[in-house]
């Protein structure tokens, strides 16, 4: 929806006055999954698709928001009690909640949105959600908080109102998103370099399943309990282990009779998980798009057999894309559903989609939908 058009809804619910526009992104990840919340790595870029909100203070301290694309209205206060009951206005909620934790000051304001990302499909519509009121209240109130800070608000909203124990990469994306650029986070550390992403020949696309398998959210709790109690076991033989990100197999193999079988595949994807960004990182660099799509095929697998986060559409696509000869595939995000990410060479692209498109048909009675990526810029005015 444009900036105009978001105006004219935001006029049209609550006089004629005018608001600021923002809008912040949904992300894609080229590789690095389920690696965030363990202190390793992960490489994900901006899309064009994303939330933009129109917004403007009221002089009170109640909030009033409009869900364009629901149709439905949710107005709450800003003191921890006035939790609305709308899923989607929680989010909103949190964030308020999140920058007043932090001693940031937030007043009451009127605000309508829309969005384009696709909701469960594994692309972050939620930290574009976040991010696009985080950034927007931090400019209007003139807070002063930091961009990484701001990621954390939304990370902290998504655990502390949502409950999902996300890690930080989706919202770090939607701020940080750079056009053109994917971002190598060390999510430890928080060192980051963007890597300009133009594969000359080849084609990133997005098939998404359009499937979202139920109890996802407290799957992903329970992935990252396994691989903090097998960090939690390895760390009493080397203290120096904070997350997996610090161990190695020799060390997992050490503990291997202390941990549940289940805890031991886990913390084995996130090991194999580290190394592999790495080396897409150096393929990368070297232009070596081979090696890149080699990597996302061992993700999809070790996502499948390893962490469990898979399902039979994504294996089903995964399995179309090789016999295809695409370059990579792989389950992209949370997994349970949502989209297989593929890096195609341009002249198998509309053979590969048109392929997918009608076996997936065929098998499930509902076809995927294709997204091309767009690498984009993060959080922004309009
Ligand atoms: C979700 C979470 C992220 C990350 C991915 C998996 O998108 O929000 O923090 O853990 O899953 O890589």
Not at 154 to 164: A, I, K, L, P, R
Not at 215 to 239: D, F, G, M, Q, V
Not at 350 to 377: L, M, Q, R
Request: aromatic share 10%; charged share 25%; net charge negative.
């Amino acid at each position: 929806m444009s900036k105009n058009e978001i105006i004219q809804i935001f006029q049209e619910k609550f006089g004629d006055q005018s608001p600021e526009v923002y809008t912040s992104p949904g992300r894609i990840n080229l590789i690095g999954e389920h690696t965030d919340y363990n202190g390793s790595f992960v490489f994900p870029g901006a899309i064009d698709k994303g939330m933009t909100a129109a917004i403007r203070l009221n002089g009170t301290d109640k909030v009033n928001a409009y869900a364009i694309d629901l149709n439905e209205n949710s107005s709450f206060g800003l003191n921890e009690e006035d939790a609305p009951s709308e899923g989607w206005a929680k989010y909103i909620f949190g964030v308020c909640r999140e920058i007043i934790k932090r001693g940031g000051r937030v007043k009451g304001f009127d605000t309508v949105f829309s969005g384009d990302v696709p909701l469960g499909a594994g692309m972050s519509s939620s930290a574009a959600l976040e991010s696009v009121f985080a950034y927007a209240l931090n400019e209007m109130l003139n807070l002063g908080i930091d961009k990484f800070e701001l990621a954390r608000i939304g990370q902290s909203t998504e655990h502390n109102y949502v409950g999902v124990k996300c890690g930080i990469m989706d919202q770090f994306a939607s701020i940080f998103g750079k056009k053109g650029h994917l971002v190598r986070l060390d999510c430890k550390t928080m060192e980051h370099a963007y890597f300009p992403f133009d594969p000359k020949g080849y084609k990133l696309v997005l098939l998404d399943t359009a499937v979202k398998h139920e109890l996802a959210s407290s799957a992903y709790n329970k992935r990252r309990e396994s691989c903090e109690h097998a960090a939690a076991t390895i760390r009493k033989n080397h203290p120096e282990v904070e997350f997996l990100r610090d161990a190695n197999m020799d060390m997992l193999d050490e503990v291997k009779n202390q941990i549940s079988e289940e805890d031991y595949m886990r913390a084995k994807y996130v090991i194999e998980e580290t190394q592999r960004v790495l080396d897409v990182s150096d393929a990368l660099q070297q232009g070596d798009y081979e090696t890149v799509g080699q990597k996302m095929y061992e993700t999809h697998y070790g996502m499948s057999k390893l962490y469990e986060v898979s399902c039979e559409e994504l294996d089903f696509l995964n399995d179309v894309a090789k016999e295809n000869k695409v370059t990579g595939s792989r389950v992209m995000g949370g997994g349970f559903g949502g989209c297989t990410i593929n890096l195609v060479k341009d002249e198998l692209h509309d053979t590969f989609i048109a392929d997918a498109i009608s076996k997936f048909n065929e098998k499930f009675g509902h076809e995927p939908k294709v997204y091309e990526v767009v690498i984009s810029d993060g959080a922004r005015k309009l």
